[in-house]
């Protein structure tokens, strides 16, 4: 008895069950039958293929979906998303919708100055103003990032104009892009202007003035302003954004008091040392003759990529180190990464300097054997590589038979070759390519006229002196520099430009009497005895 009652419990349980499944079943057909705007959304999240994301808009097609301004501008970001290169499908989405609302237009906008054409996101836009569609603060980072990637300076001027007669110009996020956009196209004054009139800075402010002055040269403004970044209590702490463009600078000018700070800070805070603050790092070490340290930071970043064991090798290269420059190529292959270009360059470089000549060929032969274009800077080290050894003949010949165009970069490591030899003949010949190819770099004439004069030819190296001054070709004045409070002063011959000129030279002359007078007092008691 009690059997059966058992059994009937289970036949009744699976009816249950049967009829849930059933019911389940019917809500699913049911929903897909009446899914809407949100539903196609949440497909299109999950999408993470081109594949996917087709068979979803031929659902959305089929539903009637294609004219939702919503639902395609989703479309347009999945397709820009997932093409990785292309904005054909997306453009199609965009072309086909006959209303289009701002947020539809800022998504093309962004997926042409992410992707390119560049061009084509500028010409979005002024399709969209042609329009009549009112701009937003989301639409102006896009159009400008597209405009400093493409150097345009004078339309990205016309839309900073734009900015200011919408009251955009002083957001946050439109001033920020304004900042990066007038430095990648070197405006660095228009880039401090628009900086400084930015109210509340945040720290990608901060992040894109510091980032502008390294790129263009202007390090001594970048230490400055990342000095005064620390300074002030409003800004929230620097990133490792902040920290990556800085080191550049640290790079630059060799401010090891900058770096150790970073250093410093990066491991009191427990930031992460990744490939780009980690390469940043070695190179800032390396430039400060700091190759043990170099070595130490190496050996902490855990996913090293080509650029960190670039930035070792070279450290190795530029110290006289060239046999563990050597290995850390070996290492390099054994962790699985393809060398590139730079890599066999800083190789070269390493051999040059150690005037390791057998190594030197063996790794220049072995470009082919990676797939590794020989450009002409690889040349260059050949040749640099074979003069610095003697072998004046085979660099010649190295010259006459590259494939590419022989520049500047070689006949110079040709002239700087038969300098150490001399060479005048080939001197002459590689001083005439370098006057035609690099007119105004005085240090080619002024080699020549040495030499010149080395060999009691006095006519003809007051004829290349001569030709410096019609010319009007000066070599860089050299200057002195000192860190102070980790600001680094620059001084040149005669230079009066300091701010604190007056008081520098007031200073001088009151240490020169005081050295008069010691010296006077000295030699008065030499005199009593």
Same mark, same amino acid.
């Given at each position: 008895m009690h059997?059966?009652?058992r059994?009937?419990?289970l036949?009744?349980?699976?009816?249950?069950?049967?009829?849930?499944?059933?019911f389940?079943?019917?809500a699913?057909?049911?929903?897909r039958l009446?899914?809407?705007?949100?539903d196609?959304?949440?497909?299109?999240q999950?999408?993470?293929?081109?594949?996917?994301?087709?068979?979803?808009?031929?659902?959305?097609?089929?539903?009637?979906?294609e004219?939702?301004p919503?639902l395609?501008a989703?479309?347009?970001?999945?397709?820009?998303?997932?093409?990785g290169?292309? &904005?054909e499908?997306?453009r199609?989405?965009?072309?086909?919708?006959?209303?289009?609302?701002?947020?539809?237009?800022?998504?093309?906008i962004q997926g042409?100055?992410?992707?390119?054409?560049l061009?084509e996101a500028l010409?979005?836009?002024?399709q969209m103003?042609l329009?009549?569609?009112?701009v937003?603060?989301?639409?102006y980072?896009f159009?400008?990032?597209?405009?400093?990637?493409m150097?345009?300076?004078?339309?990205?001027?016309?839309?900073h104009g734009?900015?200011?007669k919408?009251?955009f110009?002083l957001?946050?996020?439109v001033?920020?892009?304004?900042?990066?956009f007038y430095?990648k196209?070197?405006?660095?004054?228009a880039?401090?202007?628009?900086?400084?009139?930015?109210?509340?800075?945040?720290?990608?402010?901060?992040?894109?003035?510091?980032?502008?002055?390294?790129?263009?040269?202007?390090?001594?403004?970048?230490?400055m302003?990342?000095s005064? &970044?620390?300074q002030?209590?409003?800004?929230?702490?620097?990133?490792?954004?902040?920290?990556?463009?800085?080191?550049p600078?640290c790079?630059?000018?060799?401010?090891?008091?900058?770096?150790?700070?970073i250093h410093?800070?990066?491991?009191?805070?427990?930031?992460?040392?990744?490939?780009?603050?980690g390469s940043?790092?070695?190179?800032?070490?390396?430039?400060?003759?700091?190759?043990?340290i170099?070595r130490n930071?190496?050996?902490?970043i855990?996913?090293?990529n080509?650029?960190?064991?670039?930035?070792?090798?070279?450290?190795?290269?530029?110290?006289?180190?060239?046999?563990?420059?050597?290995? &850390?190529?070996?290492?390099?292959?054994?962790?699985g990464?393809?060398?590139?270009?730079?890599v066999?360059?800083?190789?070269?470089s390493?051999?040059?300097h150690?005037?390791?000549i057998?190594?030197?060929?063996?790794?220049?032969?072995?470009?082919?054997d990676?797939g590794?274009?020989?450009r002409?800077?690889?040349?260059?080290? &050949?040749?640099?590589?074979?003069?610095?050894a003697?072998?004046?003949?085979?660099?010649?010949?190295?010259?006459?038979?590259?494939?590419?165009?022989?520049?500047?970069?070689?006949?110079?490591?040709?002239?700087g070759?038969?300098?150490?030899h001399n060479?005048l003949?080939?001197?002459?010949?590689?001083a005439?390519?370098?006057?035609?190819?690099?007119?105004?770099?005085?240090?080619?004439?002024?080699?020549l006229?040495?030499?010149y004069?080395d060999?009691a030819?006095?006519?003809?190296?007051?004829?290349?002196r001569?030709?410096?001054?019609?010319?009007?070709?000066r070599?860089?004045?050299?200057?002195?520099?000192?860190?102070?409070?980790?600001?680094h002063h620059?001084?040149?011959?005669?230079d009066e430009?300091?701010?604190f000129?007056?008081q520098?030279?007031?200073?001088?002359e009151r240490?020169?009497?005081?050295?008069d007078?010691?010296?006077n007092?000295?030699?008065?008691?030499?005199?009593?005895?």
């Amino acid at each position: 008895m009690h059997g059966l009652v058992r059994q009937a419990e289970l036949l009744v349980t699976r009816r249950v069950s049967f009829t849930s499944i059933r019911f389940f079943i019917g809500a699913r057909t049911y929903t897909r039958l009446q899914r809407d705007s949100y539903d196609y959304t949440h497909l299109l999240q999950r999408c993470k293929s081109i594949k996917c994301i087709k068979k979803v808009h031929a659902q959305i097609i089929i539903g009637g979906y294609e004219q939702n301004p919503f639902l395609v501008a989703k479309l347009v970001g999945k397709y820009t998303e997932q093409s990785g290169s292309n &904005m054909e499908d997306a453009r199609k989405v965009f072309d086909s919708l006959f209303e289009r609302d701002i947020f539809v237009w800022n998504m093309v906008i962004q997926g042409y100055a992410n992707l390119g054409p560049l061009k084509e996101a500028l010409n979005i836009y002024d399709q969209m103003r042609l329009s009549g569609v009112s701009v937003n603060r989301y639409t102006y980072p896009f159009v400008l990032k597209a405009c400093g990637a493409m150097k345009d300076g004078k339309k990205g001027e016309v839309i900073h104009g734009h900015t200011v007669k919408c009251g955009f110009d002083l957001d946050l996020f439109v001033g920020n892009a304004l900042v990066a956009f007038y430095g990648k196209c070197q405006e660095m004054e228009a880039s401090r202007r628009v900086f400084d009139g930015i109210r509340e800075k945040d720290i990608v402010s901060w992040n894109s003035m510091i980032s502008g002055y390294t790129v263009n040269g202007y390090v001594d403004e970048a230490l400055m302003l990342f000095s005064a &970044m620390l300074q002030d209590c409003t800004v929230c702490a620097p990133d490792s954004a902040t920290l990556a463009s800085i080191l550049p600078a640290c790079v630059q000018v060799s401010a090891i008091q900058v770096g150790f700070w970073i250093h410093s800070y990066i491991i009191k805070s427990g930031m992460e040392v990744g490939a780009v603050l980690g390469s940043g790092l070695i190179s800032m070490y390396a430039n400060c003759g700091r190759v043990n340290i170099a070595r130490n930071v190496f050996g902490r970043i855990s996913d090293k990529n080509i650029v960190v064991w670039n930035a070792m090798m070279r450290c190795y290269g530029m110290h006289g180190h060239a046999d563990e420059a050597l290995e &850390m190529f070996s290492g390099l292959v054994e962790a699985g990464l393809q060398p590139d270009g730079i890599v066999f360059l800083c190789l070269l470089s390493a051999c040059s300097h150690a005037g390791m000549i057998v190594k030197g060929r063996e790794f220049f032969k072995r470009m082919e054997d990676y797939g590794v274009e020989k450009r002409e800077e690889h040349y260059a080290c &050949m040749v640099d590589l074979l003069g610095r050894a003697g072998c004046l003949d085979e660099a010649v010949d190295m010259i006459r038979t590259m494939p590419v165009q022989a520049g500047k970069n070689v006949y110079g490591a040709m002239l700087g070759a038969c300098r150490i030899h001399n060479n005048l003949e080939l001197a002459e010949e590689a001083a005439e390519k370098l006057f035609v190819l690099d007119p105004d770099n005085a240090g080619r004439y002024v080699i020549l006229a040495k030499m010149y004069e080395d060999a009691a030819r006095w006519e003809d190296a007051a004829r290349v002196r001569k030709v410096l001054r019609e010319k009007n070709i000066r070599k860089p004045i050299g200057c002195s520099s000192i860190e102070v409070d980790c600001i680094h002063h620059t001084f040149g011959v005669e230079d009066e430009s300091h701010p604190f000129t007056e008081q520098i030279f007031d200073t001088l002359e009151r240490l020169d009497r005081i050295i008069d007078e010691e010296t006077n007092d000295y030699f008065l008691e030499l005199l009593l005895l």
